[in-house]
């Protein structure tokens, strides 16, 4: 069985992803850019989100993490497979209808800065998705409503006149997460939120995100390479390797007993903050470079840089199948 896949007992899952991709043309030349082949971003990756959840998503910088998000806001349209809100397919959705999904998932980007226009003030910022879906009917109205989003996230309304390089980094990231929310969005779309922010901020938005998510009855998709944030703040967490979904796990079982190589390798790059416990830990490390999108590995993905690569790994792609009767699935043929 395929991780991702609904049933009677995933009755309450809000997200599902099944065997979706996203492939880009790869063009060469200067004048004509004939087309010379395909990039694999996401590759038949299939995983789900349950209601009220937040599933991790790691992996190493260009491993599909983005365009994953992306293609569940409709940034990007899929190549294949099916998106599934709740019970609706919004794989390939209508204009309006885009438009209304906009109301219930929106995304907080990764840049505090480049995501904010400069020529806009926080209120008009945070408001735009009022006026958008009109969800305000006066002025005052409004601007009641924009002050309380800012002092939902910690900032002060006097400060709504104010222009993004006016604010820190952590400010601005915080006019982001308020614009996200201003719509009562069931679902959000967390673009490595703090990476750009100092540890200790990104401990407060952290524990904002965490706040508003009781609050509010969200749903977040937190997406990272940091492997303590991520531990932090996950239910569920999924490593992605080349494009595919190779393990899902509940947070504890994903740390405490990895399946698959790669998140092993991953988990074992982790510092711990105890000598002892760090001079006793047994080494597990990948060699090599990660291979081209362009061009990937036949069979398993990740068996060039496997230590425990069997024949059949160069021969046929593992499935994400359950290892035992957890909710832990692996993609792996000797896990």
Same mark, same amino acid.
């Given at each position: 069985?395929?991780?991702?896949?609904?049933?009677?007992?995933?009755?309450?899952?809000?997200?599902?992803?099944?065997?979706?991709?996203?492939?880009?043309?790869?063009?060469?030349?200067?004048?004509?850019?004939?087309?010379?082949?395909?990039?694999?971003?996401?590759?038949?990756?299939?995983?789900?989100?349950?209601?009220?959840?937040?599933?991790?998503?790691?992996?190493?910088?260009?491993?599909?993490?983005?365009?994953?998000?992306?293609?569940?806001?409709?940034?990007? &349209?899929?190549?294949?497979?099916? $998106?599934?809100?709740? &019970?609706?397919?919004?794989?390939?959705?209508?204009?309006?209808?885009?438009?209304?999904?906009?109301?219930?998932?929106?995304?907080?980007?990764?840049?505090?800065?480049?995501?904010?226009?400069?020529?806009?003030?926080?209120?008009?910022? $945070?408001?735009?998705?009022?006026?958008?879906?009109?969800?305000?009917?006066?002025?005052?109205?409004?601007?009641?409503?924009?002050?309380?989003?800012?002092?939902?996230?910690?900032?002060?309304?006097?400060?709504?006149?104010?222009?993004?390089?006016?604010?820190?980094?952590?400010?601005?990231?915080?006019?982001? $997460?308020?614009?996200?929310?201003?719509?009562?969005?069931?679902?959000?779309?967390?673009?490595?939120?703090?990476?750009?922010?100092?540890?200790? $901020?990104?401990?407060?938005?952290?524990?904002?995100?965490?706040?508003?998510?009781?609050?509010?009855?969200?749903?977040?998709?937190?997406?990272?390479?940091?492997?303590?944030?991520?531990?932090?703040?996950?239910?569920?967490?999924?490593?992605?390797?080349?494009?595919?979904?190779?393990?899902?796990?509940?947070?504890?079982?994903?740390?405490?007993?990895?399946?698959?190589?790669?998140?092993?390798?991953?988990?074992?790059?982790?510092?711990?903050?105890?000598?002892?416990?760090?001079?006793?830990?047994?080494?597990?490390?990948?060699?090599?470079?990660?291979?081209?999108? &362009?061009?990937?590995?036949?069979?398993?993905?990740?068996?060039?840089?496997?230590?425990?690569?069997?024949?059949?790994?160069?021969?046929?792609?593992?499935?994400?199948?359950?290892?035992?009767?957890?909710?832990?699935?692996?993609?792996?043929?000797?896990?």
């Amino acid at each position: 069985m395929r991780a991702g896949l609904m049933s009677n007992k995933e009755a309450n899952i809000l997200l599902a992803l099944e065997g979706v991709s996203k492939f880009f043309p790869v063009r060469r030349g200067v004048i004509f850019k004939s087309r010379r082949g395909e990039l694999k971003a996401v590759d038949n990756l299939t995983c789900h989100i349950r209601k009220g959840e937040t599933l991790g998503l790691v992996g190493e910088s260009g491993c599909g993490k983005t365009t994953m998000g992306r293609l569940i806001m409709h940034l990007e &349209e899929a190549t294949h497979g099916t $998106i599934r809100f709740g &019970e609706r397919d919004i794989t390939h959705p209508t204009k309006a209808e885009n438009r209304g999904l906009k109301k219930e998932m929106q995304m907080i980007f990764q840049d505090p800065v480049g995501s904010l226009n400069p020529r806009m003030t926080a209120e008009d910022i $945070i408001g735009q998705p009022l006026l958008i879906h009109r969800l305000t009917a006066t002025r005052s109205e409004y601007r009641e409503r924009v002050a309380d989003l800012m002092e939902m996230v910690g900032l002060h309304p006097a400060m709504a006149g104010r222009y993004p390089h006016e604010f820190s980094g952590g400010q601005r990231q915080r006019i982001g $997460i308020a614009r996200a929310i201003s719509v009562n969005p069931r679902f959000i779309v967390c673009d490595e939120p703090v990476s750009a922010l100092d540890v200790s $901020i990104q401990a407060q938005i952290i524990n904002l995100l965490e706040s508003l998510q009781q609050e509010l009855g969200l749903t977040y998709l937190f997406i990272a390479h940091d492997l303590a944030v991520v531990r932090h703040i996950s239910d569920r967490i999924a490593v992605m390797y080349l494009g595919s979904i190779v393990e899902v796990a509940n947070r504890s079982d994903l740390y405490g007993g990895p399946k698959h190589p790669y998140t092993r390798a991953l988990l074992s790059a982790v510092p711990i903050p105890d000598p002892d416990a760090e001079a006793k830990r047994e080494p597990f490390e990948i060699k090599g470079e990660v291979p081209s999108l &362009e061009n990937p590995p036949k069979g398993c993905k990740f068996h060039p840089r496997c230590p425990r690569a069997l024949p059949d790994c160069q021969k046929e792609a593992p499935l994400l199948i359950r290892q035992g009767d957890t909710d832990h699935w692996a993609a792996c043929h000797n896990p």
